[in-house]
């Protein structure tokens, strides 16, 4: 079982930037793939970026150029970067990993950019 602790949400005004933390219970070696999922109100959840085995990391055509996955391996931690925030950029942020078949979810960390 793998647990994940999102933090780093807050309020900032379009144009600023904000770093998301996911923390792990596992190690991130033994995790097939780590995501960041967004969901805005009245939306349906979305894939933001992913990070996979052979460090390869996909991003959603609406954050490229804006947001970086990273990794600290030491920390079983992944971040999110997000420069250049857009009022659009406003969601619950979700942290994902998926292990040997099962997803597991972090609670969330709001995020709001406000125009």
């Known amino acids: 079982q793998v647990q994940l602790v999102e933090s780093g949400g807050g309020l900032v005004q379009a144009g600023g930037s904000l770093r998301l933390s996911c923390a792990a219970s596992?190690?991130?070696?033994?995790?097939?793939?780590m995501g960041w999922y967004r969901q805005a109100p009245g939306k349906q959840r979305e894939l933001v970026a992913v990070?996979?085995?052979?460090?390869?990391?996909n991003y959603a055509d609406s954050v490229k150029g804006r947001f970086t996955m990273s990794r600290d391996d030491a920390k079983n931690t992944v971040y999110l970067q997000m420069n250049s925030l857009k009022p659009e950029d406003t969601a619950v942020y979700y942290c994902n990993a998926y292990k040997m078949g099962l997803n597991y979810w972090g609670k969330g960390t709001l995020v709001t950019v406000s125009s």
């Open positions: 990070f996979s085995s052979g460090s390869i990391t």
């Open positions: 596992a190690s991130i070696f033994s995790i097939n793939r």
